[in-house]
């Protein structure tokens, strides 16, 4: 074969794999910007969702501070979507955020209890009933010196007379007397009482014997001007809590949690061990199963240094340990909060694991007191005597 011919078709094959390794490289760059363009499809996006992440996790995270007008020593209490406080003089509504909505006058040397509308206010034989809007429905000196009274969503209960011959009364929210015991309960020291039922129909008292060989705890129940409808004795362990859940009643002793119906038969299945934990806060659904929270009871003094929580839920009864050591705990919307003197934590009962938030503001020192929560979502704290409004974080 001519030279010529040879040099032509080396030339040709030497082109054709030029081409050839042309065409792979410019498929294998090709290649390569699609990988970058995907890659740097996919940073933006994550960069995009994580400001997004971060704009809606800051916000669930902005909690306020507001300083209220009234001091921690004036027995202040949540009331609704505010808060009571008693100055000396008159009992003050605030909203949660502070603005004064009423003033009601009422003298010195006062007590109060508050309900799901209305107040009571008593001093000597003196009672008033006062609705949320600061009117009195009733005022009244009764027959008797007042130890207490309780206001459900229809009645009050009024305990009058000596300490272990004491009349219960109950009337209507505009005064009117709707039941009586003026025997029933000779002997015996009443120690509290409440409303329960869908409508606060029915009603439980407990009260101490006295005289007998051992203290003895008795509750009674019955329907408010009707008929009584059961009794039990609870032993010599003090009582300190009914709450009504789900038809039945929960009641707590410094041993067992114990449930009753509204004829105090006992579901002893639902019966729990609570010895040495005690009952700080709740939250009752209207669907539900309540969220009962616990502290161990030597943390619960007046000066409360809380470090472990326990939530009992129906038949679940589920352990926490804080992150730090918190002067006060409570339920709302499902999640524990817990503050101490500078943080407030968040975990929903779900999970245990709590979120710490730094509470803002210019505080005059730390955190020393939680007075709980108002129906708003504030947690009402106090900095020595110094009172302020927090705002619950939610995420």
Known sequence: MPRQTINDQLQRRQSRNAAAERAINQEAIRKRQIRSWI????????????????????????ITLS????????????????????????????????????????????????GPTHMAVWSGRQLFLIDKNGNATYNESLEGEVQFARV??????????????????????????????????????????????????????LALD???????????????????????????????????????????????VYTYDYRCTQDTNATMLAYGW???????PERGRAKLLLAPTSQTSSAQVISELRVLEGDRDKRYTLPAKCVGAHMYNGNI?????????????NSQRFFGYKIPGNLEGDITASYGITSDGKMLLASGESMYALTLPDK
């Open 39 to 62: 890659i740097l499809v996919v940073v933006v996006l994550a960069v995009v969702l994580g400001i997004h992440f971060l704009r809606g996790y800051g916000k669930g995270k902005e």
């Open 67 to 114: 300083r209220l007008p009234c001091y921690s020593n004036q027995s202040v209490t949540p009331f609704r979507d505010g808060l009571v406080y008693y100055d000396g003089a008159s009992i003050h509504h605030l909203s949660s955020g502070g603005t004064i909505r009423w003033s009601f006058p009422t003298g010195t040397d006062i007590r109060f209890s508050t």
């Open 152 to 205: 459900g969503e229809r009645f009050a209960a009024v305990v009058v007379g000596e300490d272990t011959e004491p009349k219960l009364i109950v009337k209507d929210l505009n005064g009117a007397q709707v039941d009586v015991e003026t025997e029933a309960y000779s002997g015996l020291l009443i120690l509290d009482a409440g409303f329960f039922g869908d409508q606060g129909e029915y009603m439980w008292t």
């Open 210 to 256: 006295v005289f007998g060989t051992a203290p003895n705890t008795i509750m009674n129940t019955f329907q408010v001007g009707k008929m009584n409808t059961g009794s039990v004795s609870l032993g010599e362990n003090m009582t300190y809590k009914v709450l009504y859940e789900n038809t039945h009643l929960r009641v707590f002793t410094t041993q067992q």
């Open 278 to 284: 005690k009952l700080i806060d709740y939250e009752i």
């Open 337 to 349: 909060y817990a503050v101490t003197g500078d943080y407030i934590y968040r975990a929903d009962t």
